[in-house]
RNA sequence: CGGGGCGUGGCGCAGUCCGGCUAGCGCGCUUGCUUUGGGAGCAAGAGGUCGUAGGUUCGAAUCCUAUCGCCCCGACCA
């Protein structure tokens, strides 16, 4: 049965990737190049992300709203660089009922500018501001490549827009958004990140300041999984968001935008997944346990699925998202790879010889084999699958901070740099200049991801040129 | 856009070079019986105008022409 077995992960990290993302139920290639369809498994665990971030985004004053998918044409002509950078890759409607349009429309890449022509009309006095607004939606980019969440044409995301009277004000709900994306990351989706700074080629286009969360993959290549952008009056300007102050003066609204995407479902796999399928933190996991009676004849399944289903009913009781595996036309060693396939993080075995000793097998989705299984009491159930839950969130978070940090090296030399960013992550002084990030990218495949945020105020040499420098940056090489 | 590969039941493929009978195989699916503590077995079934259009021929999945689409590698990217 070599064929129903993923490919190994250490093996080929591409097909691996490929095939779990269709066998584990998440997602489906759809008819329209480069775009996938989110299947119901799938996007249970996006809702579950989406949840989170959003009780989050209202907690500190932000509201939703829905904004149109086609975009003017002229809207991307107002600002230079941002037009330069959507340009290539708008998919654009040129007729409606039949007829060529006057206006070509663009399906949105993203929201900045309609948002910002509609601020205009909403924002006229301090009073209005601070505008916290959030849409959740998709976007569509004609990316010339495509992979399952990672980068569709079409991805899920929400994209928040502000807009605010001061600079403070603006880049501290920038930093303030950030440290939420950091606390997802670790706290649900037990992916630890790296926050920091962009450097100007690897700013979003438009933006002043772009901030971001980086986090290593198993193959050690960095994902940007989100991002904050302080735009300072770019789009103000370009889309002339104006108040009155309180002095009746007429300002430009400063604004800013950020986002995480669906891409980080595919963070969530690359980080956790192995040989056996996906493993998904129990916070967002759509089936945190699920349970799987065994029996070899009628009269084994009476006393089996009485007892099952009482075990069903107390972890439903104390809402856990459980999960009955009742089908009769699979073996149990099916569904136990099934359900590993689909990364559900405690599974809830129970057989006649546990109905005979009171016990259930409990096996942990993280430790996978013989080694994560083991024996409890059926007493007092749902609390020690809660307790198990809890456990696994922490285990996952801690080996994916172990990983991380044996895979990033401190470099002081070029050769050091140019080793390392083979396979890991090189942390080192940079000059900031776009020659020397150029070269390394050429040279080396890796790129600057961000430069952290608190940073020991010491004096080091550029890793490339050798020039004073005063911050450390990581280069990975990226997805 | 440059290089490479592929379109044949739901999925993965064989057959194409060298045209020939009713287009095969594995997985999956349906039904039945036996099974079920790590990917079960047997039996009987359902399912294909061979990417599309045209041409050559007594006869085309196979040869010719055109066309559409997909995948992989590179350049670009959340």
């Known amino acids: 049965m070599a064929e129903d077995k993923l490919p190994a992960r250490s093996e080929d990290f591409s097909e691996w990737y490929n095939q779990l993302v269709v066998r584990a139920d998440l997602a489906d290639y759809a008819p329209v190049r480069g775009c996938m369809v989110v299947k119901p498994y799938g996007w249970a665990l996006w809702e579950n992300i989406c949840d989170w971030l959003d009780a989050e985004f209202k907690k500190t004053g932000h509201v939703n709203a829905a904004f149109p998918t086609l975009i003017p044409m002229s809207f991307f002509e107002k600002e230079k660089e941002h037009v330069e950078g959507f340009a290539p890759e708008l998919a654009v409607v040129t007729h409606g009922g039949g007829a060529e349009l006057e206006e070509k429309l663009a399906v949105r890449p993203t929201s900045e500018t309609i948002i910002g022509h509609m601020y205009s009309k909403w924002v006229k006095s301090w009073r209005d501001l601070p505008l916290l607004i959030v849409q959740w939606g998709s976007v569509m980019r004609w990316e010339l490549r495509t992979k399952l969440f990672l980068r569709t044409a079409e991805f899920y995301w929400h994209e928040g827009h502000?807009?605010?009277?001061?600079?403070?004000?603006?880049?501290?709900e920038m930093y303030r958004i950030l440290d939420i994306y950091e606390q997802f990351c670790y706290e649900q989706a037990a992916i630890p990140v790296l926050k920091g700074t962009k450097s100007e080629t690897e700013r979003f286009a438009g933006a002043q300041i772009t901030t971001s969360i980086e986090a290593m993959m198993w193959d050690k290549r960095a994902l940007q999984s989100g991002t904050s952008h302080y735009f300072g009056e770019n789009f103000s300007k370009a889309f002339d968001i104006q108040?009155?102050?309180?002095?009746?003066?007429l300002t430009f609204a400063q604004t800013t935008s950020w986002a995480i995407s669906s891409r980080i479902i595919g963070a969530m796999i690359m980080v956790h997944g192995d040989d056996k399928g996906l493993v998904l933190p129990p916070r967002l996991a759509p089936?945190?346990?699920v349970v799987v009676?065994?029996?070899?004849n009628d009269d084994e399944k009476a006393k089996v699925m009485d007892v099952?289903?009482?075990?069903?009913?107390?972890?439903k009781a104390a809402n856990v998202r459980v999960k009955f595996d009742d089908r009769d036309n699979v073996s149990s060693g099916f569904k136990f790879n099934d359900w590993e396939m689909r990364g559900v993080p405690v599974r809830v075995e129970i057989g006649p010889k546990d109905v005979e000793k009171g016990t259930v097998a409990l096996a942990r989705r993280d430790k996978p084999g013989r080694e994560g299984k083991v024996?409890?009491?059926?007493?007092?159930?749902?609390?020690t699958v809660g307790a198990l839950l809890d456990e696994v969130q922490a285990a996952l978070l801690q080996r994916a901070v172990e990983y991380r940090d044996a895979n990033i090296h401190n470099v002081q030399t070029y050769d050091q740099l140019?080793?390392?960013v083979q396979d890991g992550w090189a942390f080192a002084y940079w000059c900031e200049s776009t020659e020397c990030e150029k070269k390394v990218k050429e040279e080396t495949k890796a790129t600057t991801r961000n430069i952290p945020f608190d940073q020991p105020n010491e004096e080091g040499k550029c890793v490339v040129c050798g020039k004073a420098s005063k911050r450390k940056v990581y280069f990975a090489k990226a997805y």
């Not at 009676?293 to 070899?296: A, E, M, Q």
Request: charged share 30%; proline share 2%; no cysteine.
């Open 287 to 289: 089936v945190q346990a």
């Open 293 to 296: 009676p065994i029996f070899k």
């Open 308 to 315: 099952a289903d009482r075990l069903f009913a107390e972890l």
């Open 243 to 249: 108040f009155l102050n309180k002095d009746n003066q």
């Open 418 to 420: 140019k080793e390392v």
């Open 162 to 172: 502000t807009a605010h009277a001061d600079e403070a004000e603006a880049k501290e």
């Open 375 to 383: 024996f409890v009491s059926q007493e007092n159930i749902a609390q």
